[in-house]
């Protein structure tokens, strides 16, 4: 590195990391389409833009802070064409890479762990900005706040009004958007947090610091409570909100069975076999089976803790998925350059990150959404620690235990997990192009009308595809009524009295305005239940199938 970088770099550190963080993020949104990772994102971006799943703009998405929502549905009531919602979104990843880089930059060896961070990071980082989503946005927030704080905790330096800033921005966010996601990163940084405290001074520097993080923290906690009691001042939405804890809590973090031994719970409160299958795969409209006296029930009865929890994957295969075993390769390579004094911190850092992860495993599920950026908060934390260790350092006898075939040895396995998790994350980003091209050129064969409602369960129409900065204009005359979270808001009990519909199951047979998109095993679940509660036999029969999804009418048996 020449001397005017070199200057730059010290001279700069904030405005050098704010470049090479634009720079990252130019170059993945020229290679990557952008798509947001969940349909929940979808389902409350459609209630922001007031299209699909209700009739004009609504700040009410109760899953968001009701002060962000308020902003983004008067952004869509004056631009209905902007992308407001994934906007504010990347821009939050944006900046919480700023932040990241801005720690590197402020640390001593800043152009060795820059260039470490882009060989262990630049296939992670551009999936985690190509495929967004809201809980993997606000612990990456978390995660470059905590870290800009520490860089300045570190080097005693204080924190000028552009950091200052950011770290306000991205403590807001984090806790408001998701304060969950915030807790786990806060709770993932305790060691580092003691490292940081042990032996160390409070300078006026760090006092400032301190100063400025609480209040941060406290502006959050106070918007976080607003939004809280905000929903809770109106009736239908406070009951929803009860509902939805008790739904979480048996849907998420239990593992409820029915046989022989479960049985006699079952019956104590209705419950069929089909009932519980129906509520494991998202249907509990149903207010006379699925209420909150019920539910709470079953959550007395089956225990929280357990490791046997219903998931899309195993343990094994979470940590070989590529970006976490890209992350678990980049941590592992940060320790071999861990001074001494440290290498010790990081290991026992890193354990405590993994037994968290498995605690959350055992507490509730361990989605892809909650351990990716964990194990990134791990290998950053990693990287922040690393120098080059191929000459003697301060403190350290002798050579460094690193030599230059060590070195280049590391940083080829570095290269290799690297290059493995680009080429998993870019061909799948191909697959996702390619699909959403297709579905493109498929939905104009599908013509919903402004009469029709179109009961969509779970994920059987494919939400996700629609690119995050495109165009939802389709869902302008697209009427839907989810059958996921949102089936019990009070969005949801307009929609249906808007297409008079007061049991929606007995209602959609042969009404020639209600339509079905669900998944082939669902029809079991829908058929039986009607038989079950109605004694009715019924059949769904598909009126249009594409690659994507298929929309069916239900009607009487022989009709």
């Known amino acids: 590195m020449d001397s005017k970088s070199s200057a730059f770099l010290n001279q700069r550190p904030f405005l050098a990391s704010f470049l090479v963080a634009l720079v990252f993020f130019v170059l993945s949104f020229l290679v990557f389409r952008i798509h947001f990772l969940s349909s929940d994102d979808i389902t409350v971006l459609l ?8 009739f004009a703009p609504s700040a009410l998405a109760q899953r968001e802070n009701i002060l962000l929502c308020w902003v983004l549905k008067e952004l869509y009531r004056l631009f209905p064409e902007g992308p ?41 980082v551009p999936f985690f900005i190509e495929a967004i989503q809201w809980t993997v946005t606000a612990a990456l927030a978390a995660t470059g706040a905590i870290l800009l704080l520490a860089a300045h905790w570190k080097t005693e330096a204080h924190l000028k009004p552009p950091a200052a800033v950011l770290v306000f921005f991205l403590l807001t966010f984090s806790i408001m958007i998701r304060f969950p996601a915030f807790c786990l990163i806060a ?14 001074e409070i300078t006026p520097a760090r006092r400032s610091l301190l100063i400025w993080a609480g209040f941060s923290v406290t502006i959050s ?12 001042r109106d009736s239908q939405w406070a009951e929803f909100g009860r509902f939805f804890d008790q739904h979480f809590e048996l849907h998420e973090t239990r593992n409820p069975v029915y046989d022989s031994q479960t049985k006699p719970v079952f019956d104590s409160i209705s419950w069929t076999q089909n009932d519980l299958a129906l509520f494991q795969n998202w249907y509990f409209l149903d207010e006379s089976s699925y209420n909150v006296e019920k539910l709470q029930k079953l959550n007395d009865y089956f225990p929280k803790f357990g490791i046997n929890k219903p998931s899309d994957t195993s343990l094994g295969e979470k940590f070989s998925d590529p970006i976490a075993r890209n992350l678990v390769v980049f941590f592992i390579v940060a320790l071999f350059f861990a001074p001494r004094k440290s290498r010790w911190f990081l290991g026992m850092a890193g354990g405590w990150i993994l037994i968290v992860l498995f605690l959350v495993m055992t507490w509730e599920k361990l989605p892809d959404r909650v351990y990716q950026p964990a194990l990134f908060f791990m290998a950053v934390q990693g990287v922040f620690y690393a120098v080059p260790k191929w000459h003697a350092l301060e403190g350290e006898s002798g050579r460094g235990f690193l030599n230059p075939l060590a070195t280049w040895v590391l940083g080829a396995v570095l290269v290799c997990a690297t290059v493995s998790c680009g080429y998993a994350d870019f061909t799948f980003n191909r697959f996702w192009s390619y699909n959403e091209d297709l579905l493109r050129q498929t939905l104009p064969t599908f013509q919903p009308k402004d009469d029709e409602l179109y009961v969509v369960w779970d994920s059987a129409f494919p939400y996700k595809l629609f690119n995050a900065f495109g165009d939802f204009s389709f869902f302008e005359h697209f009427h839907i009524l989810p059958l996921t979270w949102f089936q019990r808001t009070p969005h949801a009990r307009v ?12 209602d959609l047979v042969d009404n020639p305005k209600l339509f079905l998109i669900c998944w082939p095993y669902d029809v079991k679940f829908y058929t039986t239940y009607m038989m079950e509660k109605y004694g009715m036999k019924t059949e769904v029969e598909p009126i249009l199938t594409n690659p994507f999804f298929q ?4 009607r009487s048996a022989g009709k």
């Open 84 to 124: 407001w919602y994934g906007a504010l979104l990347e821009l939050a990843q944006f900046l919480s890479l700023w932040a990241v880089f801005a720690a590197l930059f402020l640390s001593p060896h800043r152009g060795f762990k820059v260039l470490f961070f882009l060989l262990g990071a630049t296939a992670v």
């Open 495 to 506: 929609m249906m009295e808007r297409f008079g519909v007061k049991n929606l199951f007995r």
């Open 47 to 54: 209630v922001l833009k007031g299209a699909g799943n209700v």
């Open 221 to 232: 906690l106070t918007g976080a409570a607003f939004s809280y009691f905000y929903y809770q």
């Open 551 to 554: 929309v069916s009418r239900v």
């Open 187 to 200: 709770f993932l940084a305790v060691p580092l947090v003691l490292e940081l405290l042990w032996k160390n």
